[in-house]
Nanobody, 120 residues
Framework: QVQLVESGGGLVQPGGSLRLSCETS????????MYWYRQAPKKAREMVAS????????GYADSVRGRFLISRDNAKSTVFLEMNNLNEDDTARYLC?????????????WGQGTQVTVSS
């Protein structure tokens, strides 16, 4: 079955950096765009970054553009999110997402998320 497992979150001071990873399995990773979302308490889920199947077309939310970098390793079925110059507004649970087709049809898949807390 499809699995997405995020890691790399933690507590970081303002101005710091973190690198998140999302290891995937159960679908043809190299055929699909991948997405990073974040969910903060009492806020709507926000898409922060996307990347095309070949990695050639990254996209970013205005709130993170210039600070976050999305990348992927198709050989390892893994997508990354490098986060720099973090601030307290970046505090959220970060989730990996794909809409993929399997023998069961097409649907959205989500990981369990990894918590990022930015605090002094």
């Amino acid at each position: 079955q499809v699995q997405l497992v995020e890691s790399g979150g933690g507590l970081v001071q303002p101005g710091g950096s973190l690198r998140l990873s999302c290891e995937t399995s159960g679908f043809s990773f190299g055929s699909y765009a991948m997405y990073w979302y974040r969910q903060a308490p009492k806020k709507a889920r926000e898409m922060v970054a996307s990347i095309s199947s070949d990695g050639g077309r990254p996209g970013y939310a205005d709130s993170v553009r210039g600070r976050f970098l999305i990348s992927r390793d198709n050989a390892k079925s893994t997508v990354f999110l490098e986060m720099n110059n973090l601030n307290e507004d970046d505090t959220a649970r970060y989730l990996c997402n794909v809409f993929a087709f399997t023998s069961s049809g097409g649907q959205d898949y989500w990981g369990q998320g990894t918590q990022v807390t930015v605090s002094s």
